[in-house]
């Protein structure tokens, strides 16, 4: 697992800007490149190009969603948040002043940097939009997956409670706590569990017969914090990380779905399909019901009309999908094809079948394991599913969302790493070092102020610059592009521009610690506590 838990910036992380490559650069100094994409939560991460995650892993452009987010973070507006799943259910939740959290973990195996910052800021802003808030420190994972001892992750966990507190966490509206003491996310650990097995993990995350079962078990752990926000009250969650721990949003949203007393999906007819074949049953109900509207479509319409497509050559399908949802269409004849919601019993007791039977008002067809309603929508039926579940006993879980982060890249060049001091800021680091580490970083410079003021500097290629659009720039986006427009435009050296960034990060520094000194004397008034009692 990366240093962060579920914030993905740490040893593994790769920079975005350290291929050879040509890339494509916005002025807000995200980059992105060609190279290969590997999403491994515990180490060797490398994300050289962001676009193929919307490919490989339907991970959708944040860009798509940006308008809708009110008063959006600059992070956002920059495009360092450049993807999410799911996002515009928490987006909406914030428009409409309804219920939604936020939670994201750190595993405490170092001192807490800048690249953690992302993840502190992007908690913090989403709790200021009046999100439920959950910051947890996954102990845990530190000791089973990176053998810490108990006394060492107290020090490291204590380090970013205290950062996660002076950068502006409310722990009086928000929620703090350690893996290991809480029992209501190892109880639920332990019911998400059933629904999980070894061959599911070994694929996910390359684990073989030498993986201990401690850290399998922390995997499962992780997926119990992901959903205990909606432990008693399901709302839209989102999960803020680092593109590296997307295997755990994925794996979060499958559990989160099995363990729910009721399935919804569509359906057009009686029988069950694929969304493969679903999808062609759509089409060809859309199409009838162009041409006859007046008319009754029926399950033999729509098999021939698929056949004459067939026969013309005119379809996309695969043949195996066009084939079975034809057989289907035929074997069920004149039956009606018709649009409706299907409420599918996956784990539901008898009663609770029973009460979502009676709940279900207005047309309706029952049959032993499904209800197929004709009046409801899709998201009114999931709501009253979710109502019955929670009434009966069960999960009334909503798939979590998420919003992934690019890598911050090494003060040296290439990876940033807790490992390598040069190569990052820690927020616990004397001012004066952090000065002098950015006095000495690498930059996106040509060789000669005579070259640079010709030819302009790399922005895109420059540690010190993303620093700007990070961190430094802070809420002043007319700073962060004038920055990035005088360092291209040839304005900007590299000297004056490293002595401007390395002065505004010791202010930084200064003013967190001073901050963290603060709510040092506060920190026994926490309900979290920073003694394990396994050390």
Known sequence: ???????????????????????????????????????????????????????????????????????????????????????????????????????????PTGD?????????DEIIWHQQQGGDAYGLIADLEAHSARGLSWDEIDEHAHNYILSLLALGFDPEEGTLYRQSTNREVQDLAFELGIEANFSELGAIYDFDGETDVSHMQSVITQMADILYPQLDDPKPTVIP????????????????????????????????????????????????TDRHPDETIRCVDAANYLEGKREEGATDETATTLDSTITMLREAGKEPL??????????????????????????????????????LSREEAEDLAREVALDHGGYGFRAPSSIYHRFMTGLTGGKM????????????????????????????????????????GEADECPVYELYAYLLADDDDEFATEVYEECVGGERLCGGCKEQAAELMEEFLEDHQEKRAEWEEKLDNLDIEFDSPRA
């Open 1 to 107: 697992m990366t240093d962060d838990s579920f914030a993905g910036d740490s040893d593994g992380a790769e920079s975005p800007h350290g291929t050879e490559e040509t890339r494509d650069v916005a002025t807000d100094g995200g980059a992105t490149g060609a190279d290969s994409v590997a999403l491994d939560p515990w180490g060797s991460s490398t994300v050289s190009d962001y676009r193929k995650l919307f490919d490989q892993f339907g991970i959708e452009t944040f860009d798509e969603v940006l308008g809708e987010v009110p008063a959006p973070h600059y992070l956002m507006r920059r495009g360092v948040i450049f993807g999410h799943r799911d996002y515009r259910a928490v987006a909406r939740a914030m428009r409409e002043d309804d219920p939604f959290a936020v939670l994201s973990g750190f595993m």
């Open 112 to 120: 807490p940097h800048i690249g953690h910052k992302l993840v502190f």
């Open 241 to 288: 990380v680092g593109p590296d721990q997307d295997p755990h949003v994925r794996l979060a949203r499958d559990l989160a779905a099995r363990v729910q007393y009721f399935g919804v999906t569509e359906a057009y007819a009686s029988f069950e399909t694929d969304p493969e074949e679903r999808a062609v049953i759509a089409d060809a109900h859309e199409t009838l």
């Open 338 to 375: 018709r649009p409706r919601v299907r409420v599918v019993d996956r784990n539901a007791t008898e009663d609770a079948f029973e009460a979502l039977i009676e709940a279900i008002d207005g047309e309706k067809r029952v049959y032993d394991e499904h209800i197929d309603t004709f009046e």
């Open 417 to 456: 790493s807790s490992s390598v001091p040069a190569s990052h800021i820690s927020l616990l680091d004397d001012p004066e070092a952090g000065y002098d580490k950015v006095k000495s970083a690498t930059t996106g410079g040509r060789e000669t102020a005579e070259k640079q003021r010709e030819l302009g």
